[in-house]
């Protein structure tokens, strides 16, 4: 239905800021929703963020205050711009787009927080 592309992860210290981009193609009217969710080891997958069509916006509260979700329809891109990323942030994300009776989700990008 809808395919996904992430990008922009890697390795910051302690403090720092990284930006994640997510490419959307296909059914791109059917999409309700988009968010950003992560996994680290031994631990299931969560919700971080996510934004609707009206561009309201949900975090999650460990991130809330220093991440950004954001989306140029333009472009059919999201965006997560994360600031004072802290160890525990560590995690393979993932970005998913949300229709009304399916979920697509893109490969995952490792984000790597160092102390």
């Known amino acids: 239905q809808v395919q996904l592309v992430e990008s922009g992860g890697g390795l910051v210290q302690a403090g720092g800021s990284l930006r994640l981009s997510c490419a959307a193609s296909g059914s791109i009217f059917s999409i309700n929703a988009m968010g950003w969710y992560r996994q680290a080891p031994g631990k299931q997958r969560e919700l971080v963020a996510d934004?609707?069509?009206?561009?309201?916006?949900n975090y999650a509260d460990s991130v809330n205050g220093r991440f950004t979700i954001s989306r140029v329809h333009a472009k059919n891109t999201v965006y997560l711009q994360m600031n004072s990323l802290k160890p525990e942030d560590t995690a393979v994300y993932y970005c998913?787009?949300?229709?009304?009776?399916?979920?697509?989700w893109g490969q995952g990008t490792q984000v790597t927080v160092s102390s």
């Open positions: 998913a787009a949300h229709g009304y009776n399916f979920d697509d």
């Open positions: 934004t609707s069509r009206g561009d309201s916006k």
